[in-house]
């Protein structure tokens, strides 16, 4: 009895999906929302190519920007140190800031918002830094609707590789 019911049941979705009325055809909902999911993939893909490919603008179709809300605040660092001999080789920050590796480092170490926190780091980096070596960088940190701006070029460096020491006060006025 059950399965006598479930087969009519089959043969009625199958007329219902076969019939010349198209209203009540599921194919006809399945095609009118792949259609739609067309249209949106093409809208999607059509204006950053539109506007960086063929190089012409059109209003209705969006540009494609970096830094429209997220992205800003972070700074890209590339440290590297010249030897006497004048040349330069890109280190790995994390190996003097007590962190083998950028996955076990700690997020302020990661994370540097602000030139200010680059220098900082840099700083830290001079006082593990061999005598003879000296430290340059460049950093260039992500703007709202700028994007790359360069606060540091690599030309002035950051120390000499000379020993920070810090000075009690007794001993500056002395």
Not at 61 to 67: K, N, Q, T, Y
Not at 87 to 110: E, G, Q, V
Request: glycine content about 6%; aromatic content about 12%.
């Amino acid at each position: 009895m059950a399965t006598k019911k479930s087969n009519e049941q089959r043969k009625e979705r199958f007329k219902a999906m076969s019939s010349d009325n198209k209203s009540e055809s599921i194919f006809t909902r399945v095609n009118w929302r792949f259609l739609i999911f067309l249209f949106a993939i093409t809208f999607m893909v059509t204006g950053p190519f539109y506007r960086q490919v063929i190089g012409n603008s059109n209003p209705y179709l969006r540009p494609w920007i970096m830094f429209h809300g997220w992205g800003h605040q972070i700074c890209d660092v590339q440290f590297s140190v010249s030897t006497e001999d004048g040349n330069r080789t890109a280190i790995d920050p994390y190996s003097y800031l007590d962190s083998h590796s950028w996955w076990k480092a700690p997020k302020r170490l990661k994370n540097l918002n602000k030139p200010s926190e680059v220098k900082a780091q840099a700083n830290k980096i001079c006082e593990r830094l061999p005598k003879g070596n000296v430290l340059y960088g460049k950093v260039r940190c992500g703007q709202r609707g700028a994007g790359w701006k360069v606060h540091i070029d690599s030309a002035k460096p950051f120390c000499n590789g000379k020993k920070i020491t810090r000075r009690s006060k007794a001993e500056e006025s002395q």
